[in-house]
Nanobody
Framework: VQLQASGGGLVQAGGSLRLSCAAS????????MGWFRQAPGEEREFVSA????????YYIDSVKGRFTISRDSAKNTVYLQMNSLKPEDTAVYYC????????????????WGQGTLVTVSS
């Protein structure tokens, strides 16, 4: 499966962005999808994940109540709606896909998008 992330940009603190990750090349609906981020000098960090059906979602504590992950199987796309953005959300955001079981461990994901930069100014 090939993944193409988009939607990043520069936003002021308190603003919103919606990231998109378009999938192609395989049966999108059979994959669990995750969003990760990596700030300069930091390790890649799990942000959110959604299972293949969209029925289960997971978030790190720091984004709960602010970020929402969703998927549209008709469009082969997973989204990350990010509200009330904070400067500490600044990072390159990556989408990833895997099968079998959902996970927050980045090394368990098989396919990765190219990343999209989110910059939140204070």
């Amino acid at each position: 499966v090939q993944l193409q992330a988009s939607g990043g940009g520069l936003v002021q603190a308190g603003g919103s962005l919606r990231l998109s990750c378009a999938a192609s090349g395989s049966i999108f609906s059979t994959y669990h999808m995750g969003w990760f981020r990596q700030a300069p000098g930091e390790e890649r960090e799990f942000v959110s994940a959604i299972n293949w059906s969209g029925g289960s979602t997971y978030y790190i504590d720091s984004v709960k109540g602010r970020f929402t992950i969703s998927r549209d199987s008709a469009k082969n796309t997973v989204y990350l709606q990010m509200n009330s953005l904070k400067p500490e959300d600044t990072a390159v955001y990556y989408c990833a896909a895997k099968r079998t079981y959902i996970s927050s461990w980045y090394h368990e994901y098989d396919y990765w998008g190219q990343g999209t930069l989110v910059t939140v100014s204070s």
